[in-house]
């Protein structure tokens, strides 16, 4: 598409660049920091439809996904996981620093290792820490302390969040990125037929040490990746979702 309303000869690319050195960000340019490179815009997903229809399709596929917590222990390809962590670090970062890794483990010593250290927290969770009403909360759930999956998943992907790079350079946005490059974790193990459990055991500083992960590294979640037990089940109330109207507000031209 042409640009709109722009002199002859020059483009979007030319006037967003001058816009910033308007706006006085001459450093970013000038500091000798890294000069900015662009390149065209790499091809495209096609979805090979229109995007009312794509973006239905997508939905159609997410709509199914769900959090479970018995798996089978049929195993998973290294190169499907391998795959999937690609998926997930191709999210967006603050300033493209990408500050994840992600610790995949299917040795079972190792997982037996986290299930051990998981319950010994969450005992403490589901007796002492938990709020009454985070516990009300957590009810329809049928969760417990038990998290024999952790054993049983062919998969356990530990996600630390860097605190800063592997030199010591800073991060921006850690908590947003990684959280980001999780979700598309969740939506490339969905897609691939899989089924995934985000595990949150608090505190979850254990992970570091077990895993033997440098002091920058921060325990961010535990997925537990695998297909589900023949006879598996979820809580009814993971199906509930809120209607369209009630998380979406809509500004339009009238
Ligand atoms: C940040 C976060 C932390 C969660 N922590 C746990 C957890 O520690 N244990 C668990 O069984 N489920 C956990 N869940 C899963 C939620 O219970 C689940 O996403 C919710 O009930 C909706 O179900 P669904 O994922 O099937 O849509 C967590 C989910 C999120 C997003």
Redesign the pocket.
Known sequence: MADRALPSGRNQQQSRRERILALGDVSFYRSGMQEAEFVPLPPRFDPGCAPEESARAFFECMKS???V?MFSDKPVSRATIEWIIRAAGSAPSGANKQPWRFVCVSDAATKNKIRAAAEREEREFYERRATKRWLDDLAP?G?DDVKEYLDIAPWVIVVFKLAKEDDGAQVYYASESVGLATGFLLAAAHHAGLVT?????SPMGFLAGLLGRGAHERPY?VIPVGFPAPDCT??K??LRRKPLDAIMTVHEEQ
């Open positions: 996904r769900r959090s917590r759930l969760t459990l985000t595990h949150t055991p979640m979820v809580p109330e993971a």
